[in-house]
């Protein structure tokens, strides 16, 4: 078996050429995963404000929505059909707290109930001895959180409308309105 050799000076050349290229490629390297990190980080700080919104939203609608509810309960227990706003000093205060040090006080203003349409109570089965309707009835809800300060900053706002069918029910609209005044509904 013959062994070559090459002189040292014919391998010193290509050496010299290839020093201080693997210093480059490892620069290069955590250029690219500096950059990837980064953006992770940028993708991950948004995704995490995009949760916080969508948990401040989802807590504003359904507060509007228990608007309705609590408007539509006092309606049918107490038969009140009067609005509850800021305006009117008597909305309804979810409460206050404090979140990522902000201030936060969260209300909901309703409506009054309306009633808007009567027709027969088809499926009454009281309807046999006596007129009974069945009388559909509006209402809307506004939820807002705002900031707790000087001047208070609106954050979030939801508006819900629903309609109410109610029956069986002793009085149309038309009877409601020849009295003029919606607090006398009875049930």
Known sequence: M????QEPSARQPERAAERGSAYLFVLFVLLVLTVVGLSLALITQTEVQIGASEQQLTRVFYGADSGLRIQLANHLV???VVA???AQNNEIELGRRTILGTAVREIIEVSPIYPIF???CNLCMLNQDAEYFSVNHVVTSTSTRLSVGATPLEQARKTVSQMFALQP????I???QEAGDL???KY
């Open 2 to 5: 013959i062994a070559t050799t």
């Open 174 to 176: 038309a009877a409601l």
């Open 84 to 86: 509850r706003t800021r």
């Open 78 to 80: 107490n038969g009140a």
């Open 169 to 172: 029910w002793d009085q149309t």
């Open 118 to 120: 009567s027709g027969t």
């Open 183 to 185: 607090s006398i509904i």
